[in-house]
């Protein structure tokens, strides 16, 4: 059983900076491919950034340059840095872990196994 838990969320004005935290705890080995997702009102849940064990990271294209993920495997953890943050960036976002692959296999939401309960980012222009 893995468990996910986010931290970090605010609200900021647009060009403002949040970083994102997000602890595992149970069965996680540190090698899995893990990720932000998130979701706006009325909206599909998306995924922002992905990153496997090795540091390789994916990125969704609008944010591209203004966002970072990394990863403390040493410490289950997950981070996304955020810059120049936009009023369109807002949403909750979500931890995730593809559990049974070490690769990312893409910036898809079925592919994840299981996900935190979400931090709210909201950005005022």
């Known amino acids: 059983q893995v468990e996910l838990a986010e931290s970090g969320g605010g609200s900021v004005q647009a060009g403002g900076s949040l970083r994102l935290s997000c602890v595992a705890s149970?069965?996680?080995?540190?090698?899995?491919?893990m990720g932000w997702f998130r979701q706006a009102p009325g909206e599909e849940r998306e995924g922002v950034a992905i990153i496997d064990s090795n540091g390789g990271a994916t990125y969704k294209d609008s944010v591209q340059g203004r966002f970072t993920i990394s990863r403390d495997n040493a410490k289950k953890s997950l981070y996304l840095q955020m810059n120049s943050l936009k009023p369109e960036d807002t949403g909750i976002y979500y931890c995730?872990?593809?559990?049974?692959?070490?690769?990312?296999?893409?910036?898809?939401?079925?592919?994840?196994?299981?996900w935190g309960q979400g931090t709210q980012v909201s950005v005022s222009s």
């Open positions: 149970g069965v996680l080995y540190g090698r899995q491919c």
């Open positions: 995730a872990v593809d559990f049974w692959f070490t690769y990312c296999r893409g910036l898809h939401r079925a592919q994840f196994d299981y």
